[in-house]
């Protein structure tokens, strides 16, 4: 029996991995640019909180969460997006006592049991930001600006960024009744999934992958024509926040997005560089969602975005060949006494922050140096019984082939 990863779920292998670093080091950089701290949440929650939060009808509660009992007869589910448990820890810990606006990030994996594809995995990860405790429209642009520093920083400049308003407790509503009727009257040509969706959540026929649905669905009344004055001044406010920025975008009257909770502002940007699963990053405002988790009415908003598709969009474009961290000096030993000698040096160097690489193989002086070329050490260092005697031996510089003299008891690096 070999085992092997649960389908959707991937090893990132040792020589791929410098390249998760350097993404992730561009994500904690910019969020400190822009004044966030980090939170980390478990892993797993109480299923409750995820069915409250994202909708028990939305189709990650209802089809594609990992839920499973645990010995105490809990029940228990891997998150499938950041926010829900941001939000609890923020009420359990009263976060908003402290601080009248609070800004979060996070960074991590999500789990959802999606059918896997190119840029589609069951386990994946996000990053992301919450911000709670205003319903200022700048913050709204933050969340747009925030990922769109990081792709532009790490030199994606191919995406493409899509606003709505999904409008709010008082617009939404009456709204929803309407476009039900406009539904109900090409109820019997709509795709099962949409048909289905048609009583209780009519806003997610609007942005159906189905060819014919969209053909239908085409021109059905938009939300955006029918927000209340609250909703379509802030709507407005965002777009003047862009237009000052120069930040392009396009108004997508049918986005809705996939979780119930938004309100308000709701945001998509998307790459060209990627396939059919084209979304790199979504969010929105979620007014009502700190208070439906039982804390006290506070505004937010905020971002997630996908790591894997992130990756895909950077070796779409070339952008991917990251130089995989390489030691500063190989030392090749000949002998018994010299791989002593090569592993305590070793240890004294990295104790000064020198990377340092040596042989455990016991292999010959031309595989050594073979190594250390594979491994792009930056010095090589060769010692046999003559250097060990003398006390002297020979640093060379790989790339120049320019050799120092270095004392063997006291080794610095020419530069
Ligand atoms: P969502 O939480 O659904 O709004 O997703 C936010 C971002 O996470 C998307 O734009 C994708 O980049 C990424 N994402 C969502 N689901 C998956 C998945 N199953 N596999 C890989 N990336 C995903």
């Not at 994996?109 to 990860?125: C, I, K, N, V």
């Not at 945001?267 to 979620?286: C, K, M, P, V, W």
């Amino acid at each position: 029996m070999k085992y092997r990863a649960i389908k959707g779920t991937k090893d990132i292998l040792p020589d791929v991995s410098h390249q998760w670093q350097y993404v992730e080091s561009i994500v904690h950089q910019t969020m400190q640019l822009f004044g966030y701290h980090e939170i980390r949440t478990p892993i797993f929650e109480q299923t409750g909180l995820f069915a409250r939060s994202i909708g028990e009808l939305t189709d990650i509660v209802s089809k594609e969460m990992y839920t499973f009992t645990d010995r105490s007869e809990e029940s228990i589910t891997l998150r499938p997006e950041g926010t829900a448990a941001v939000l609890r820890a923020y009420i359990q810990h009263s976060l908003g006592e402290h601080n009248s606006l609070v800004k979060m990030y996070y960074i991590g994996p999500m789990f959802r049991q999606e059918r896997p594809q190119a840029g589609r995995l069951r386990q994946f990860h996000q990053f992301g930001a919450e911000v709670l405790g205003s319903s200022s429209p700048y913050l709204d642009v933050e969340m747009m600006l925030i990922p769109v520093t990081i792709y532009t920083t790490l030199g994606i400049e191919s995406f493409s960024l899509y606003i709505n308003s999904v409008g709010c407790s008082k617009c939404r509503p009456p709204y929803k009744e309407l476009l039900k009727t406009e539904l109900k009257k090409i109820y019997d040509q709509l795709s099962p999934d949409s048909q289905r969706r048609v009583e209780q959540n009519p806003l997610r026929v609007l942005d159906s992958k189905d060819e014919s649905d969209r053909k239908l669905i085409a021109n059905v009344p938009l939300l955006l024509n029918y927000l209340c004055n609250e909703c379509s001044t802030h709507f407005e406010k965002v777009q003047s926040i862009l237009n000052m920025l120069n930040i392009p975008y396009n108004i997508d009257g049918k986005l809705v997005r996939g979780l119930d909770y938004y309100t308000k502002t709701a945001f998509e940007i998307t790459s060209t560089a990627l396939g059919s699963q084209d979304a790199l990053a979504g969010g929105g405002r979620y007014d009502g969602l700190v208070e439906e988790l039982g804390g006290s009415s506070t505004p937010g908003v905020g971002f997630a975005a996908g790591i894997e598709r992130l990756l895909m969009a950077l070796e779409a474009i070339g952008n991917l060949r990251i130089e995989s961290p390489s030691p500063q000096l190989y030392i090749v030993a000949l002998d018994d006494e010299a791989r002593q000698y090569a592993f305590k040096t070793a240890a004294e160097l990295r104790s000064k922050g020198i990377a340092v690489e040596l042989d455990y193989l016991e292999r010959s002086i031309k595989a050594q140096m073979r190594e250390a070329n594979k491994l792009q050490s930056r010095f090589v260092l060769v010692v046999g019984s003559n250097e060990l005697t003398s006390g002297k031996g020979l640093i060379k510089h790989m790339e120049s082939g320019q050799e120092f003299s270095v004392d063997l008891n006291y080794i610095e690096l020419p530069m």
